[in-house]
């Protein structure tokens, strides 16, 4: 696609980027277990995380704060770095936060009603100051941990399932007016929507379903992260066709292609939230383009 811009080169399987006030982009390489700061083409390290930091959003009180998926084994195919099943040292997932001023990494989490957590991946806090977050599972070589929803706050004191059974859930995020919050289905290229009832409860989906169906993928790609625009569509980062899947609620879509098969974050910024900064993360690339639609602007985001 004509347009994109290459930031970076040279990462470890990127996801997670945060656009920083300064020009400079926060972002996890989860393959490199570190979160890393992008300037202008060079990479510094902020901290190192043990396990396998996915997802990383800005906190209320200016921290970042990270789901941690524990660890993946990773396989080159065809010059692309491809995340398979547990590695064998795993022990846990688990959500962290990462002191900016000092690099000092915390953990808060890593159960719920004694249960411990499989593959934290992706999360995004409401106006509150909770933040809802993705667990993805865990596949080993012959079994599969289910994924869930979870709310939980920054302090450490709360967290509460609110959903169970997903098949990889993955990106996350939140409808403009809070009601709604949405989680893309990576093994089954799937967007459910979960209507919030209360402090991290959902409606029930109906016959046993996780949530509310929007969308299925007509094809066979994988659903990774994703980023709500202004006007309420989802843009989901997609594996194996390779691009940015923008969704309505109503589940109409539109595909934009971009240059590597693993596509796995999209998040916004820029003076208009016209500024797609995208994670090409089989070839360890950051890219920054034009979209036709205003992002979100994120809670507490500090751009």
Not at 20 to 30: A, F, K
Not at 47 to 58: D, L, R
Not at 96 to 116: K, N
């Amino acid at each position: 696609m004509s347009g994109v811009e290459i930031l970076c080169e040279g990462l470890g399987f990127p996801e997670g980027p945060i656009i920083m006030p300064d020009g400079s982009v926060i972002l996890v390489e989860i393959q490199r277990k570190t979160l890393s700061r992008i300037w202008n083409g060079r990479r510094e390290t902020i901290a190192e995380i043990p396990g396998g930091p996915n997802g990383a959003a800005i906190g209320p009180d200016g921290a970042v704060y990270v789901t941690n998926n524990g660890g993946f084994e990773y396989h080159e195919i065809g010059g692309l770095m491809i995340p398979g099943h547990a590695p064998s040292d795993y022990v846990t997932g688990s959500v962290e936060r990462v002191d900016l001023a000092t690099g000092r990494v915390e953990r808060i989490y890593d159960s719920v009603d004694g249960r411990r957590l499989s593959g934290p991946n992706d999360l995004v806090f409401d106006k509150s100051g909770g933040f809802w977050f993705t667990d993805l599972g865990k596949t080993h070589a012959r079994t599969l941990e289910r994924g869930a929803l979870y709310y939980a706050s920054p302090d450490g004191g709360f967290i509460r399932q609110a959903a169970y059974g997903g098949v990889g859930l993955n990106g996350v995020g939140l409808s403009p007016d809070e009601k709604v919050v949405y989680a893309a289905e990576t093994d089954t290229g799937k967007l459910w929507a979960f209507d919030i009832i209360g402090r991290g409860e959902v409606a029930r989906g109906g016959l046993g379903a996780i949530g509310r169906f929007v969308f299925t993928y007509p094809g066979h790609v994988y659903f990774d992260s994703l980023a709500v625009q202004a006007n309420g569509d989802v843009c989901v980062a997609t594996i194996l066709n390779g691009g940015i899947t923008t969704i309505t609620p109503q589940g109409q879509f539109s595909h934009t292609p971009l240059p590597d098969p693993l596509i796995t974050n999209i998040c916004f910024g820029g003076p208009d939230m016209r500024e797609a900064y995208v994670t090409l993360s089989g070839t360890g690339k950051l890219a920054r383009l034009r979209w036709p639609e205003p992002g979100l602007k994120l809670n507490f985001a500090p751009y």
